[in-house]
C-alpha cells in the first residue's frame, strides 16, 4: 500500500520524486528531479546576486504553482495504485 500523503510531500519536496516513490512512471520522475535541481540551482545565484526583478518573482510563483500540483497529482496516483491493489 502506498501512503498518498508520502506521494503528495515528495513532489512537493522535489518534482518527480513522488512519482519516484509511486512507482508509476519513474522515467518522468526522475526527469522531473533532474529538472527541479537545474532550475533551482540556477535560481539560487540569481537571487543571491540581487538581480531579481518582476521575471524572477514569475518564475518563483510558476514553480510553487508546479510544486502544488504535482503534489496533488502524486495523491491522486497513491490513491488509485492503493485501489487497484485492493481489488
Known sequence: M??????AIL??????GGYIYNGQRTGFGVGLV???LLVR???IPIYLTH?????????????VIMQFSFA???YNEA???NETLKG
Open 2 to 7: 502506498k501512503k498518498p500523503w508520502l506521494a
Open 11 to 16: 513532489n512537493l519536496l522535489f518534482f518527480g
Open 34 to 36: 533532474i529538472g527541479w
Open 41 to 43: 540551482f540556477g535560481e
Open 51 to 63: 538581480l531579481v526583478d518582476s521575471k524572477w518573482l514569475i518564475l518563483f510563483i510558476g514553480l
Open 72 to 74: 496533488y497529482d502524486g
Open 79 to 81: 490513491k488509485k495504485i
